[in-house]
C-alpha cells in the first residue's frame, strides 16, 4: 500500500512547460502508431453471424435472444432477461426491489428518498442515476483500500429502517466480498443486487461465479462493446430463483413485446402469451443483432479470458519496478487474490501524489500525448459538485468527499491503462514505457 499519510503540494505547470517535457519524452521513445484505450474484439465470425441475422428478418427479439438467454440460464441456473444495457437491467432489479419489498408497482415512482440503497460511491453514475429516477436514494459507504470495492465493514452501520437493499459494484472485474455481504443482507432482511457491469466470468474464492452467488437476489451484467465480452451494446438482468410468475410477468410483459412467460426458468417462453396490461409497459430488450455478436464472443470465452489474464501479468511484471520506486500501486495485480478470479475487464493503477509533482488528471493528459489511451474508473460521485444534490437525492445526508476518505484519495489518483484481447505484448511493454518515463520526468 502507498504511504499517502502526508498530503504534499502538486505543481501547477504552464502549458508551455509541459508541452515541452512531453515533446521531450516523445524524441527519447521509439516512434509507433497510438494504442487507444479499448477496442472490441470482434472478427470475421462476428460479420458473418451478423449477416445470417440480417437475412432472418428479425431485426428486434427474435432466436437469437431467445437462444441467449437459455444460454446463460443454464450457466446460471437462474431465470435470465436480456436487456439494451446494463443500466436498463439495473432500473428493472430497483423496480423489482421496491415491488418485493414495499409492495409496490414497478411502474410507480416511490416518494423521494423514502427508501435507500446502500451502495459505493467510486462506481458509474449509471449505477446510481436509475435509483433517483425511482426515488430511491442511494447511500454511500467508503471502500476497500486494497481493491477499491466497497467495505464490507462499513455496511451495517449504515443501514437503517428504510435501507432495502445493499448494491455491490466489481469494479474491475474484481469481485466484492459476497460472503460478507450477503450475510449481512440475510441478517437485516435486505435484498443484494449486484453491479457486475465488469465482472462477466468472474469467480469468488468459493467457486461461485458472479451470476450465480448464492443469497443475492439480482445480479446485472454490461456487454457493451469494449467490455471484456462486447456485442454494439446489451445488458442481462439475472433473477434468483424466488422469483415469483406474477413477478416475471410484470418485468415480461411488453418489456418483451408480448413473446412468452413458461413454467421453468430454464425456458421463461415455453408458452406464448400476450402483453399482461400489469406490466410495466417498457421497452428494454436486447435485440438479435445484440445477441448474435455476444454469441460468438462467449464461444470465445476461454481465448478471452486467457488473454487478458496474460497480458495483466505482463504488466504487472513491468511495472513492478515503479511500484518498488513508490510512483504508483497496482489496485490488483494479475495474480488471484484468496482464490478470486479477475475476469479482467481493467487494469488499474494508483499513482502516488506524494512522489509526482503533478495530479492523475495531468499524469493521464502525458499519456494521452504520448499515444497512450487511458480511462478512469471512477471518479467518485462525491467529486461530481455540479449534480444535482438533495432535490434529486444524489447526495442526501450531505456527505462531503472527505466523509469517504479512501474513495476520495483512490478515485483522485487511479486510471486504468489499455488491455484487450487483440493487444500485443509489444503494445503493453511501450505503455510501460511510457509510463516509466513520465514518472521519472515528473518524479519530486
Known amino acids: 500500500m502507498l504511504d ?12 508551455a512547460t509541459f508541452d515541452s517535457i512531453i515533446s521531450s519524452i516523445n524524441e527519447s521513445l521509439p516512434s509507433r502508431d497510438k494504442i487507444p484505450f479499448a477496442r472490441p474484439y470482434w472478427g470475421q465470425r462476428e460479420k458473418e453471424h451478423i449477416d445470417r441475422v440480417i437475412d432472418s428478418g428479425y431485426g428486434t427479439r427474435g432466436p437469437e435472444v431467445e437462444r441467449l438467454e437459455g444460454r446463460l440460464s443454464e450457466r446460471f441456473d437462474r431465470p435470465v432477461i436480456a436487456t439494451d444495457t446494463c443500466t436498463n437491467a439495473l432500473s428493472l432489479a430497483y423496480r423489482l426491489a421496491c415491488h418485493r419489498k414495499l409492495g409496490t408497482h414497478p411502474n410507480s415512482r416511490i416518494p423521494a428518498g423514502a ?3 446502500i451502495t459505493t460511491p467510486v462506481t458509474s453514475p449509471l449505477t446510481i ?16 483500500q486494497s481493491t477499491m470495492n466497497i467495505n464490507p465493514g462499513l455496511i451495517e452501520s449504515a443501514i437503517d429502517q428504510d435501507t432495502i437493499a445493499i448494491a455491490p459494484v466489481h469494479i474491475g472485474g474484481m469481485p466484492c466480498d459476497m460472503e460478507e455481504i450477503n450475510l449481512i443482507a440475510r441478517e ?3 435484498l443484494v443486487i449486484e453491479d457486475a457491469a465488469h465482472a462477466f466470468a468472474s469467480r469468488l474464492p468459493s467457486g461461485e461465479e458472479i451470476g450465480a452467488v448464492s443469497g443475492s437476489f439480482a ?3 454490461s456487454f457493451y462493446s469494449t467490455k471484456t465480452f462486447g456485442s454494439f451494446e446489451g445488458g442481462a438482468l439475472v433473477l434468483d430463483n424466488s422469483i ?4 416475471l410477468e410484470i418485468l415480461i410483459g411488453v418489456h418483451h413485446k408480448g413473446d412468452v412467460l413458461g413454467a421453468s426458468h430454464k425456458d421463461v417462453r415455453k408458452v406464448f402469451r400476450p402483453p399482461s396490461p400489469n406490466c410495466m409497459g417498457l421497452v428494454m430488450n436486447m435485440t438479435d443483432p445484440q445477441a448474435a455478436i455476444l454469441g460468438i464472443q462467449l464461444d470465445k470465452e476461454n481465448e478471452i479470458l486467457e488473454r487478458r489474464t496474460e497480458l495483466a501479468s505482463v504488466y504487472s511484471k513491468l511495472l513492478f519496478p515503479l511500484v518498488e520506486a513508490g510512483f504508483i500501486r497496482l489496485i490488483s495485480d494479475a495474480s488471484s487474490a484468496n482464490g478470486t478470479f479477475n475476469s479482467r475487464y481493467l487494469y488499474q493503477i494508483m499513482i502516488n501524489p506524494n512522489t509526482l509533482r503533478i495530479d492523475r488528471d495531468t499524469f493521464c493528459t502525458a499519456l494521452i ?3 497512450v489511451g487511458v480511462g478512469l474508473h471512477f471518479p467518485s460521485i462525491l467529486d461530481f459538485q455540479d449534480l444535482p444534490r438533495e432535490e434529486y437525492n444524489f447526495n442526501s445526508g450531505g456527505l462531503t468527499p472527505e466523509d469517504l476518505p479512501i474513495a476520495t484519495l483512490m478515485s483522485r489518483n487511479t486510471l486504468s491503462l489499455p488491455l484487450y484481447p487483440s493487444l500485443t505484448v509489444d503494445d503493453v511493454s511501450h505503455v510501460a514505457e511510457v509510463l516509466d518515463s513520465v514518472c521519472k520526468e515528473f518524479a519530486k
Open 188 to 190: 437485516n432482511g435486505l
Open 244 to 247: 415469483t410468475e406474477e413477478e
Open 129 to 144: 442515476s436509475p435509483m433517483v429516477a425511482l426515488g430511491i436514494r442511494p447511500k454511500f459507504v467508503d471502500v476497500d
Open 4 to 15: 499517502l499519510s502526508s498530503d504534499s503540494p502538486i505543481e501547477v505547470l504552464d502549458y
Open 115 to 117: 427508501v435507500n440503497i
Open 369 to 371: 500525448k504520448l499515444g
Open 219 to 221: 445480479t446485472c451484467f
